[in-house]
């Protein structure tokens, strides 16, 4: 199954937040929707090199081009929130892929009050998380440390696991979807089923970096 049809995304709008692999989902989708698609951002990202960029699309730059990226430059290189709206974005493409969050490239996170900025068009917004940081420190590990433990109640030093992770989703609510970037080899992927005992949405996963997933749990069969 490819990517896109295991994370069910539809035309329209679809938010991603998370850690660990965000901006690479993104591109990863972008590449394989049938259809034209925007990439864009409501907070920072860098541009996707592979994409051409504009600042202010029209219908005829999608004739051109079935992907862009649209944002507004910075001068740290990184782009922020397009000039225009994503309501006109979403008129303009079949899909509008929005990365709405941060996490200074940490594969876990817990969000504070004023995150992620999802949207209002978005029909999905996908949480993701790596599986790089299980078994590590929290504090070494976790954007924002502090809320996940206060989230999870657990000490600043331990190990995250899947089931914390899991917990703090759960705790948090910000997500239609879970999909668990990191899992590299099948010997990985059952660190993914310890979310899905604790997540009452879908989860999928596997490795961006290889190409490979699996859906884990469905909306029917999570508890």
């Not at 992907?67 to 990184?78: E, L, N, S």
Request: hydrophobic share 45%; aromatic share 4%.
């Amino acid at each position: 199954m490819r990517l896109h049809e295991l994370l069910q995304i539809k035309p329209g709008v679809t938010a991603v937040i998370g850690s660990g692999g965000k901006t690479t989902l993104l591109a990863a989708l972008a590449r394989e929707l049938p259809g034209t698609v925007i990439l864009c951002t409501t907070t920072h990202i860098l541009p996707f090199p592979e994409m051409p960029f504009l600042e202010a699309p029209t219908a005829s730059d999608l004739l051109r081009h079935r992907v862009i990226c649209v944002g507004t430059p910075q001068a740290d290189g990184k782009l922020t929130a397009p000039a225009c709206t994503i309501a006109a974005l979403r008129a303009l493409a079949d899909y509008v892929l929005v990365e709405a969050d941060g996490s200074r490239q940490l594969p876990l996170k817990a969000h504070a009050p004023h995150e992620p900025v999802i949207p209002p068009e978005a029909a999905q917004t996908i949480c993701v998380i790596g599986a790089s940081g299980f078994g590590r420190p929290i504090c070494d590990v976790v954007h924002r440390p502090e809320l996940f433990c206060s989230l999870t109640g657990a000490d600043w030093h331990a190990p995250a696991t899947p089931a914390l992770a899991a917990h703090a989703i759960a705790a948090e609510g910000l997500c239609d979807r879970v999909f668990v970037n990191q899992l590299d080899t099948p010997a990985d992927w059952p660190l993914a089923a310890a979310l899905v005992q604790q997540l009452s949405v879908p989860v999928a996963g596997g490795s961006l970096r290889t190409g490979s997933y699996q859906l884990f749990s469905d909306a029917n069969s999570s508890k």
